[in-house]
């Protein structure tokens, strides 16, 4: 295998945002997380503390969604629930920017708002991952293409102090002309450009969509060191039969979930 099972593993941050998540279902998740040793868990603000009970001593950091999943709450709403989470045990912070400000056009709203978090969150010793939500994009806004509508999102995020810039919150879901609702999620397209739009300091996060083990390594080649997912068990199992059949010299081919030119 090119790369080893920690730096694949270190770069899930496990998913655990589903509306209907049971505390059970939390707990479980957090057991699981702390088994497979992935980076962090993801987790919506009021479980904080349990899961940072669960996980004390594992080396898996707990991390907590804000403003999420669209973003709409006023900046001292996001900032008070950021010193919250912090407080509880939080060490990174995944906020959604308000999408419907950024498409407005109100730079200077957006990046007071994502500065806001920032600020709270550094002065508790957290790290922040801005959710640009790319599904809403794909039209550009203020006058703006979709590229360069993300581009000035990335160097604006940087400006504010943000640690990542991530793509999507995973439930971003887009109303399509037969009236259902779907979401594409991270993409190549947009990895690769998030990637390229900001300084070395700024780490890069995809999520939504990454559901198999070559789509996570299509994640690190793109130049993203983190990765929202729930599909952690399926991508880390399958990472141990492939080892296990280089190992036996039977060699692998990589599955057939592998990106194509959408989503993952």
Same mark, same amino acid.
């Given at each position: 295998?090119?790369?080893?099972?920690?730096?694949?593993?270190?770069?899930?941050?496990?998913?655990?945002?589903?509306?209907?998540?049971?505390?059970?279902?939390?707990?479980?998740?957090?057991?699981?997380?702390?088994?497979?040793?992935?980076?962090?868990?993801?987790?919506?603000?009021?479980?904080?503390?349990?899961?940072?009970?669960?996980?004390?001593?594992?080396?898996?950091?707990?991390?907590?969604?804000?403003?999420?999943?669209? /973003?709409?709450?006023?900046?001292?709403? $996001? %900032?008070?629930?950021?010193? @919250?989470?912090? +407080?509880? *045990? =939080?060490?990174?912070?995944?906020?959604?920017?308000?999408?419907?400000?950024?498409?407005?056009?109100?730079?200077?709203?957006?990046?007071?708002?994502?500065?806001?978090?920032?600020?709270?969150?550094?002065?508790?010793?957290?790290?922040?991952?801005?959710?640009?939500?790319?599904?809403?994009?794909?039209?550009?806004?203020? /006058?703006?293409?979709?590229?360069?509508? $993300? %581009?000035?999102?990335?160097? @604006?995020?940087? +400006?504010? *102090? =943000?640690?990542?810039?991530?793509?999507?919150?995973?439930?971003?879901?887009?109303?399509?002309?037969?009236?259902?609702?779907?979401?594409?999620?991270?993409?190549?397209?947009?990895?690769?450009?998030?990637?390229?739009?900001?300084?070395?300091?700024?780490?890069?996060?995809?999520?939504?969509?990454?559901?198999?083990?070559? /789509?996570?390594?299509?994640?690190?080649?793109?130049?993203?060191?983190?990765?929202?997912?729930?599909?952690?068990?399926?991508?880390?199992?399958?990472?141990?039969?492939?080892?296990?059949?280089?190992?036996?010299?039977?060699?692998?081919?990589?599955?057939?979930?592998?990106?194509?030119?959408?989503?993952?």
């Amino acid at each position: 295998m090119k790369y080893t099972y920690a730096e694949l593993a270190k770069m899930i941050d496990h998913s655990l945002l589903h509306p209907t998540m049971t505390d059970q279902e939390l707990e479980d998740g957090c057991k699981l997380a702390a088994k497979y040793q992935v980076a962090s868990v993801c987790i919506k603000p009021y479980a904080v503390k349990r899961a940072a009970e669960l996980l004390h001593g594992t080396g898996v950091l707990v991390g907590a969604v804000i403003g999420f999943p669209h /973003g709409n709450a006023c900046s001292e709403s $996001k %900032r008070y629930e950021t010193e @919250l989470a912090c +407080r509880d *045990g =939080a060490v990174e912070i995944d906020m959604v920017i308000n999408i419907g400000k950024a498409l407005s056009g109100d730079w200077e709203y957006v990046e007071r708002d994502v500065k806001t978090v920032c600020d709270e969150a550094h002065s508790h010793g957290a790290k922040v991952k801005v959710i640009f939500e790319n599904d809403y994009l794909t039209k550009g806004g203020a /006058g703006l293409s979709s590229d360069d509508f $993300k %581009r000035r999102l990335c160097q @604006l995020c940087e +400006r504010a *102090g =943000a640690d990542w810039v991530k793509t999507s919150s995973g439930y971003g879901f887009v109303k399509q002309p037969d009236g259902s609702y779907n979401y594409k999620g991270a993409t190549e397209h947009d990895l690769a450009l998030m990637r390229a739009s900001v300084s070395a300091r700024v780490q890069v996060k995809a999520a939504g969509g990454v559901r198999d083990l070559d /789509g996570l390594i299509k994640v690190r080649v793109l130049g993203g060191s983190r990765c929202g997912a729930s599909a952690t068990v399926l991508m880390l199992d399958e990472y141990h039969r492939r080892e296990a059949a280089e190992r036996a010299g039977q060699g692998t081919q990589g599955g057939a979930g592998a990106i194509g030119s959408g989503g993952y």
